[in-house]
Every structure is written in structure tokens, then in C-alpha cells.
């Protein structure tokens, strides 16, 4: 059977006799230490090697090395950090907000649930808490009447006028 040794190799250095490969036994079987891990040990989901169970990481219940846990974006390591995904794909938060958030109609900054997630929804617009203002006084309009005009939102005062 491929992997499986029949006897243990040994070297001699300098008066003493010492192991040149680590052996297992595996069904009244010797297997030599890399085989066994090449046969038996679940292997990484993305580069397919022998994964390690400590470092490692457990992704959609599949292991992978920490160096191999990347955003699929921009391949920074994702393993000890915040992250999400889209679909199968891992993103690091950075990479997802640019990529697929909607945008603050003020700032045009992405809107994430990450950190201060709070944002008002209008139609097809969507502002950050802090971002939903009058255009004209910029008083916040949060749990307040609006009156939207094109591009703008006003309040009842400025909307008067």
C-alpha cells in the first residue's frame, strides 16, 4: 500500500543510533509520519496540504490554514479579525463595505453594521444616523419630519421658506 512501511530507518551519528523518520502504527501497520499525514489528516480547503488543527481555521465546518483563510478581495489573513461574506466568499470588512455596501446619500461613505450600524432608509436612499440632516440648517431630522426635494432633505422650517 502506498505510505505504509514495513521497517523503522535508522542513522548513525557520532556513537549514537538515532530515529531518521517517525513511525505510527496504523492497523498492525508502520506508517511513516508525512504519509500518515498525507493520507489520514484533513487537508487545508484552499490550498489542499495537510491542514494543522492547532492554527488552524474552521470555515463553513472545513479546515484551513490561518495563512490560507484570505479576503477574497484583498488577500489580507482574516483568521483573529472581523469578516464577512458574500455567498461562499470571505471578505475582510474593509474590503466588503467598498465592495458592497450601500452608500450614506451625504457622504458617500459605506453604510456597514459594523461598529455604529444605525442608518435611515428612504426610497432607494439610505443616510447614516449622524448624516440625515437638513440640507439647508443641518439640524438632524432623525425621528423628525422631512420633506425630500431631489437630491436634498429638508426640515419643516427650511421647507416653509
Known amino acids: 500500500q502506498p505510505g505504509i512501511h514495513s521497517r523503522l530507518i535508522f542513522e548513525s551519528l557520532d556513537q549514537q543510533t538515532v530515529v531518521k523518520h517517525v513511525f505510527l502504527l496504523r492497523k498492525d501497520a508502520l506508517v511513516c509520519n508525512d504519509c500518515y499525514c498525507n493520507e489520514f489528516s484533513s487537508k487545508c480547503a484552499a490550498c489542499g496540504k495537510t491542514s494543522l488543527v492547532q492554527g488552524g481555521v474552521t470555515y463553513r465546518d472545513e479546515p484551513w490554514h490561518k495563512e490560507c ?19 461562499e466568499d470571505p471578505y475582510c470588512v474593509k474590503c466588503f463595505s467598498n465592495l458592497y455596501a450601500q452608500k450614506c446619500s451625504a457622504c458617500d461613505k459605506p453604510i456597514t453594521g459594523f461598529g455604529e450600524g444605525k442608518y435611515i432608509s428612504f426610497e432607494e436612499r439610505q443616510w447614516h444616523q449622524p448624516c440625515f440632516k437638513c440640507s439647508e440648517c443641518s439640524v438632524s431630522l432623525v425621528g423628525a419630519g422631512f420633506f425630500p426635494d431631489g437630491t436634498k432633505i429638508f426640515c419643516k422650517s427650511c421647507n416653509a421658506k
Open 69 to 87: 483563510f484570505l479576503c477574497t478581495a484583498c488577500k489580507v489573513q482574516l483568521a483573529g479579525q472581523p469578516f464577512t461574506t458574500r455567498g
